[in-house]
């Protein structure tokens, strides 16, 4: 080691200001024996490290010390050797204690020197050396001096402290990863789990190093899947990018999404995995929660028509192979219309969800009760003996009728309320779904003519022809008959309330029947075949009215048109639709289409070119009904469209449920950002209204901006509009 002694003097000196040495006596030594002095020297003279030789005594006397050390700290070996005090005055003197004590310790104990300190250069700046040593013992084993070696090993700190600094930016990245971020070694165990990942699986931060990830996390189906796919990520390399597993914790389970990676060393082996998650369990439930909007309806929560299709199918796939019979009840209420004007459609909306309670504790639960739309109900009667399934479907239809008996209470008024119920049985009268239902659907109309508060059996060969015409022909006949009629909703500024377009809402104005609602006939004639037809009326209808606005009051305003997507899909539509416009100088700007997303979405290689033709005729496209069919904005990158309408469902639940209005929001700022303009739709209450103000979405439309009604009952708006 170097010279012990002498310190106390050193002690004082600052860091960075060492005196210069003073003038000693000579005391430079010959290179030591043994071996042949001058070759050795050459060697440890050109080794990039200091070498010395000492004194075994309690000076420790420096006899030697080799020429490197003036590059390492500035003063000749000459210097060293000279002041026995320059030494430690070269020690950075926050070091200096813990060195004197290190060489007291190893001189006591005769064991070598071993330590890693700072020193100082003469010119002031600071380097790490590492020194160590070794004891000489003569022939007795007594120890007679030390010899060492003394390294910079600043470069080396240099690096591990930058390695260090991204080490630890990278974990410090890592723990603000929003994303759970889990690295698994072969075994599966934990190397490292970020604070997001502890955070999601709900467990103390730290615990679950080393310790088995997925049994800890997972549990039933999850972790057999889990094991499986990890256990074939280890053995083949290949494992599946994307999983959703639920991570189960004591205050219940999340639905995570995980991407994953399989990990290789630089020889290309497996070690591992790396997978990082995100908590989806609000996304999923709100799709759950729009899906069960999209197959519900949303006034009686009963399925809506989509869903009882999809049960009526399989019901008749089950009776085909259990030879069974399957009855299908068609329920209309009498006079609902009546209630509807009178009482308001509140109260309207309110029978129709009582009238869904008392059916539904009337029908068996192996019953399919449904709405078809309006006040039209359905129940599919599944698994009937065929002996006595028309017997059995008329008790039912029976029961039916009876569950209305008893009045209903609607706006503090008893209200008698009747209906007449059709029934078609298969195989009796039809062998598939859409048969089945406009058998049902006759036979109804035929209880209706006979009277209200009927059950009727379809009859192929009873009554006379009108009676016997299905909804289809009746379609069709009122189509030519121009039985439909036009009623118009106002879109509105929501922070104005100022009308800025209409939405041309189509009606069948059924002798019969009354009013009937789009949703009970627009979907029938697309399937049969007559929806350019009716298309084509409703656009005449629209032309038409535009003209009487123009001619009676000097309107010109936006009206909105929906097109259903078989209308989209003739190739001589758009031509259609900018000659009609032309013919009478309405400024196809003035003009938006409206196309559901499933339309925009499917088929995008047929669908896009037929938009771009619409909509280099100059009318705007628009999409409705977006978020019911789960696409993606993104998608609609590249289509050509103006607007967004974003479906009701989405601000039904607004402003009650935060995550609700979280979407909401990012629907519209994306929107705004895609260049669409938004419409939210369904806007029923103040608080709703206010959100869109504050979300900032430019229009809205809705029972409380506007109920859809004949053109005189828009009157004046439009004439404020246009004030
Ligand atoms: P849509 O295009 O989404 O039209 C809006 C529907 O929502 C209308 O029902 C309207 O009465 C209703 N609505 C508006 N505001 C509110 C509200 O605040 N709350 C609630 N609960 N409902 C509201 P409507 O008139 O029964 O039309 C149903 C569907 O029939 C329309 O949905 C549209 O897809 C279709 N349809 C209507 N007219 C036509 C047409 O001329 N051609 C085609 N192809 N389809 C049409
Ligand atoms: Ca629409
Ligand atoms: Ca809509």
Same mark, same amino acid.
């Given at each position: 080691m170097l010279p012990t002694g002498a310190a106390a003097a050193t002690r004082r000196l600052r860091m960075h200001q060492i005196p210069p040495p003073s003038a000693a006596p000579d005391r430079a030594l010959p290179f030591p024996e043994p071996g042949p002095g001058a070759l050795w020297r050459g060697l440890v003279e050109q080794? #990039?490290? %200091?070498?010395?030789?000492?004194?075994? !005594?309690?000076?420790?006397?420096?006899?030697?010390? @080799?020429?490197?050390?003036?590059?390492?700290l500035g003063y000749t070996p000459d210097a060293f050797l000279r002041d026995p005090a320059l030494w430690y005055a070269c020690v950075h003197p926050d070091d200096l204690d813990r060195v004197r004590?290190?060489?007291?310790?190893?001189?006591?104990?005769?064991t070598p020197f071993d330590c890693e300190f700072r020193m100082v250069h003469r010119d002031g700046h600071e380097v790490i050396v590492w020194e160590r040593d070794a004891i000489i013992t003569d022939a007795d084993g007594a120890p007679t001096h030390t010899q060492g070696v003394l390294m910079d090993v600043t470069p080396m700190h240099l690096i591990r402290d930058e390695l260090d600094a991204e080490r630890e930016s990278a974990r410090r990245y890592l723990e603000v990863a929003g994303a759970a971020i889990v690295v698994l070694d072969r075994a599966g165990r934990v190397e490292l789990l970020n604070r997001s990942g502890y955070k999601l699986a709900g467990?103390?931060?730290?615990?679950?190093?080393?310790?088995?990830?997925?049994?800890?996390?997972?549990?039933?189906?999850?972790?057999?899947?889990?094991?499986?796919?990890?256990?074939?990520?280890?053995?083949t390399g290949h494992m599946p990018p994307s999983t959703e597993w639920r991570l189960v914790r004591t205050d219940g389970a999340r639905t995570v999404a995980w991407t994953h990676r399989v990990m290789r060393d630089e020889h290309g082996e497996v070690i591992g995995t790396v997978s990082s998650g995100t908590d989806v369990t609000e996304r999923r439930a709100a799709a759950a929660q729009i899906a069960h909007l999209a197959n519900h309806d949303p006034v009686t929560d009963l399925p809506n028509r989509r869903l009882f299709g999809e049960h009526l199918e399989l019901a008749l796939a089950r009776a085909a192979r259990a030879g069974h019979a399957v009855g299908l009840l068609y329920l209309d209420l009498d006079d609902f219309k009546l209630v509807n004007d009178s009482l308001g459609h509140s109260a309207g909306d309110r029978l129709l969800v009582e009238v869904a309670q008392r059916l539904r504790a009337r029908v068996r639960d192996a019953d399919v009760l449904a709405r078809h739309g309006g006040d039209e109900f359905l129940v599919l009667l599944g698994d009937l003996d065929p002996a006595t399934a028309a017997e059995d479907a008329k008790a039912a239809g029976r029961g039916v009728l009876d569950a209305l008996a008893v009045p209903f209470v609607l706006a503090g008024m008893e209200v008698h309320v009747t209906g007449s119920v059709g029934i078609s049985l298969l195989p009796a009268d039809a062998f598939d779904a859409e048969s089945l239902l406009r058998h049902a659907d006759a036979a109804m109309y035929q209880a209706k003519r006979e009277g209200h508060d009927q059950v009727r059996l379809f009859d192929a060969d009873r009554g006379e022809p009108r009676q016997r015409l299905s909804l289809t022909s009746r379609l069709r006949h009122a189509i030519a008959e121009e039985q439909l009629v036009l009623h118009w909703q106002p879109i509105v500024d929501p922070a104005t309330r100022r009308l800025e377009a209409l939405e041309a809402l189509v009606r069948w104005q059924d002798p019969v029947r009354g009013l009937v609602m #789009?949703?009970?006939? %627009?979907?029938?004639?697309?399937?049969?075949?007559?929806? !350019?037809?009716?298309?084509?009326l409703v656009l005449d209808l629209v032309v038409r009215q535009r003209v009487r606005w123009r001619q009676d009051d000097g309107f010109e305003p936006t009206v909105h048109v929906n097109l259903s997507p078989r209308?989209?899909?003739?190739?001589?539509?758009?031509?259609?639709?900018?000659?009609?416009l032309a013919d009478h100088h309405i400024d196809p700007a003035t003009v938006v289409m409206?196309?559901?997303? @499933?339309?925009?979405?499917?088929?995008?290689?047929?669908?896009? #070119?037929?938009?771009r033709d619409?909509? !280099?005729?100059? %009318?705007?496209?628009?999409? !409705?009904?977006?978020?019911?069919?789960?696409? @993606?904005? @993104?998608?609609?990158?590249g289509l050509p469209v103006d607007m967004l309408k974003i479906d009701r469902s989405f601000l039904a639940r607004v402003p009650a449920d935060p995550a609700s209005a979280a979407v909401l929001s990012a629907v519209v700022a994306l929107a705004g950002a895609l260049n669409l303009q938004a419409v939210a739709e369904g806007v029923e209450t103040e608080s709703q209204r206010e959100q869109l103000v504050g979300l900032g979405c430019p229009l809205a439309q809705g029972f409380l901006l506007g109920r859809p009604g004949p053109a005189h009952t828009v009157r004046g708006q439009l004439q404020r509009a246009a004030a």
């Open positions: 080794i #990039p490290a %200091v070498t010395y030789v000492a004194e075994f !005594d309690a000076g420790a006397t420096l006899k030697y010390v @080799s020429p490197q050390i003036e590059e390492l004590r290190e060489e007291l310790r190893t001189f006591e104990s005769r467990h103390p931060e730290g615990t679950l190093q080393g310790r088995d990830f997925l049994g800890t996390v997972l549990d039933g189906d999850d972790l057999a899947e889990a094991r499986t796919v990890f256990a074939a990520a280890m053995d #789009p949703d009970a006939f %627009v979907a029938l004639a697309e399937q049969a075949g007559i929806i !350019d037809r009716l298309g084509e209308e989209l899909r003739n190739p001589r539509f758009a031509d259609r639709v900018a000659t009609r409206e196309i559901t997303e @499933s339309t925009a979405m499917q088929d995008p290689g047929q669908v896009r #070119p037929l938009l619409l909509h !280099d005729t100059g %009318v705007r496209i628009a999409i !409705d009904d977006f978020g019911a069919g789960h696409s @993606s904005l @993104s998608r609609l990158v």
